[in-house]
Structures are given as C-alpha cells and as structure tokens.
C-alpha cells in the first residue's frame, strides 16, 4: 500500500512563492502518474495539475502560467511550485499517486493547507 507524505504547506502573502512536495512511500511504487488538486470549503477538489514519470505535464487554466510541477522519480517525489500566489489560490491542496497498475484506484495525500494573504 502506498502512502503519501505531503509538506510546504503554510501561510504566505500574496505575490511570493510556496513550494509543496509529496513523497510516494511503502510498497513497489511504481508511478504512471502524480498530481496534485485544490479544495475550498464547500466545494469539490479542482485539478490543478498532473506529470507523468516521463515528465510530461497538464496544468489546468487558472494555475497554468504561474504554477510548475516537477518530479524526482528516484525519490518518488513530485514537487508543485506555485508562483506569485493570490487569495484565490488558497484552500487545502491534496496529492495523488496513480500507480502503472490502472485498474487500481489512485491513493490520496492527506492534505496541506496553502493560505495566502492579500
């Protein structure tokens, strides 16, 4: 079973950066791929952005310009830096570990809360 580390979290002023890790731990972990998602109380996860362990990425709009996700897969790490935040960037934002085994559903990180002050 794979567990997911998750740390970077915190509280920052708008305009600077924040950079989030998630480590992928226990068992054969093999990686197809990783991403990270955004929730805002009351709402559903938004996808912010995913790599696969080639490295090819997929940002969502809002976050596309000013975020970049990364990865060590010699670690089994995957690295979300996030760029000249704003307020609306804030909530808790939550890793995922999609494994080669697709038929498998993918194991969630418990999330770290990113608050960002105007």
């Known amino acids: 079973q794979v567990q997911l580390v998750e740390s970077g979290g915190g509280s920052v002023q708008a305009g600077e950066t924040l950079t989030l890790s998630c480590e992928a731990r226990?068992?054969?972990?093999?990686?197809?791929?990783m991403g990270w998602y955004r929730q805002t109380p009351g709402k559903e996860r938004d996808f912010v952005a995913s790599?696969?362990?080639?490295?090819?990425?997929n940002y969502a709009d809002p976050w596309k310009d000013r975020f970049n996700i990364s990865i060590n897969t010699s670690k089994n790490t995957v690295y979300l830096q996030m760029n000249d935040l704003k307020a609306e960037d804030a909530g808790v934002y939550y890793c995922?570990?999609?494994?080669?085994?697709?038929?498998?559903?993918?194991?969630w990180g418990q999330g770290t809360q990113v608050t960002v002050s105007s």
């Open positions: 226990g068992g054969a972990v093999k990686i197809n791929h």
């Open positions: 790599i696969t362990r080639g490295g090819a990425t």
């Open positions: 995922y570990f999609q494994s080669i085994r697709i038929d498998r559903p993918p194991s």
